[in-house]
């Protein structure tokens, strides 16, 4: 079974049919710059372009970097134009893509589901906590395997600042930080983190996944395991198409 997963990041938007029996993209996956300002309009036309780059006419998953209340109204923009507050995203999209069935959920809830389906949270119980590092941080908890939505961990205070203005991979590249010392802004988080929610296993998703070998061996005195995303950052295009195949199912 193939659905079209889509995933809206503060950089960048992609996406790809996905085989839903595997977990993995059917076909290797199309990308466009997300727009600045990164309004409800502008970015709606980037998902249009991203889907018929594929001539795709079926349901289409999407994720959103922020909270998604009801699979629809888009609560927070943190890395966005605040213009996407309180906007209906579901009819926006589906308006836009000439009324194909569209989902919308936040984008670390995607990247979660799918690595604790198809990659490193698999079979695992207990307190999961996943984390994606990108424009910001995004968070996906898990407990016995059952998702608790839009929990937003990447604003926890560390410092006096959203933890995500510290430890995110954007404030990596912008303070052209080596990966050690990144590393090291990323242990306090996780050690905070840690701290409030006592998880057995963080996996670290986002971009960074596929470069695990440059930090995970500094981040260190953490209890719980770390490991990187299996899926790296195709989780959340998986994600968006599991959660688009659940509702039109």
């Not at 579901?90 to 893509?97: A, E, G, K, M, Q």
Request: net charge negative.
């Amino acid at each position: 079974m193939q659905i079209f997963g889509l995933d809206i990041g503060g950089s960048g938007i992609k996406g790809a049919p996905v085989d839903l029996d595997r977990g993995e993209l059917a076909e290797e996956r199309f990308k466009v710059l997300t727009p600045h300002p990164a309004t409800p309009d502008s970015v709606a036309d980037g998902v249009k372009q991203v889907v018929e780059h594929y001539g795709w006419t079926g349901p289409v998953g999407l994720t959103f970097p922020g909270v998604v209340t009801d699979s629809s109204t888009i609560r927070t923009a943190a890395n966005v134009d605040k213009g996407w507050i309180d906007t209906d995203a579901r009819t926006l999209f589906s308006d836009r893509l000439g009324g194909h069935p569209v989902t919308v959920v936040n984008d670390a809830d995607a990247a979660g589901v799918a690595e604790m389906h198809f990659g490193a949270g698999r079979g695992r119980r207990g307190t999961v906590i996943l984390l994606t590092f990108g424009t910001g941080i995004g968070s996906a908890l898990f407990i016995d395997g059952r998702l608790v939505p839009n929990t937003e961990l990447g604003h926890l205070e560390l410092h006096g600042h959203d933890a995500e203005k510290r430890a995110s991979s954007k404030a990596k590249d912008d303070e052209e930080l080596s990966w050690e010392h990144w590393a090291h802004r990323v242990r306090k988080y996780l050690t905070h983190v840690e701290m409030l929610f006592s998880p057995e296993l963080f996996i670290i998703g986002g971009g960074v996944s596929r470069k695990s070998q440059k930090f995970l061996h500094y981040i260190e005195g953490i209890k719980a395991e770390i490991v990187p995303a299996e899926l790296q950052n195709n989780a959340g295009i998986v994600g968006a198409a599991m959660h688009a195949a659940e509702r039109d199912g």
